[in-house]
């Protein structure tokens, strides 16, 4: 079972930008699509982003359109998920899985392949 492992969070101010990193422990992610996943406190965790394995097809929800850009290095055999124009409600941990990702996936919605979940990474935007 494909286990992941993110990092990169950390505390911004609002506006800035940070990159969060997705890799596999112990084997290559590099055929799986990934998604980016993110649980605040009291709420249940939604989806962010995804990727397709071969980087060609990338789904957003609609509260980080425009700031947040998926990407994928498969030689790494890393994820990232650049994010811009930092807000407070973008305060969150966040998370990386395998998932369903076409054309049609609605990112908000998406569904996870396996049911397993890393630690995370805290992002919090605060002044």
């Known amino acids: 079972q494909l286990q992941l492992v993110e990092s990169g969070g950390g505390l911004v101010q609002p506006g800035g930008s940070l990159r969060l990193s997705c890799a596999a422990s112990?084997?290559?992610?590099?055929?799986?699509?990934i998604g980016w996943f993110r649980q605040a406190p009291g709420k249940e965790r939604e989806g962010v982003s995804c990727?397709?394995?071969?980087?060609?097809?990338?789904n957003y929800a609609d509260s980080v359109k425009g700031r947040f850009t998926v990407d994928r290095d498969n030689a790494k055999s890393t994820v990232y998920l650049q994010m811009n124009s930092l807000k407070s409600e973008d305060t969150a941990v966040y998370y990386c899985?395998?998932?369903?990702?076409?054309?049609?996936?609605?990112?908000?919605?998406?569904?996870?392949?396996?049911?397993?979940w890393g630690q995370g990474t805290q992002v919090t935007v605060s002044s």
């Open positions: 112990g084997m290559r992610l590099d055929g799986y699509p």
């Open positions: 990727v397709s394995s071969s980087g060609g097809v990338k």
């Open positions: 899985a395998a998932v369903l990702c076409s054309e049609k996936t609605r990112a908000s919605t998406m569904m996870t392949l396996y049911d397993s």
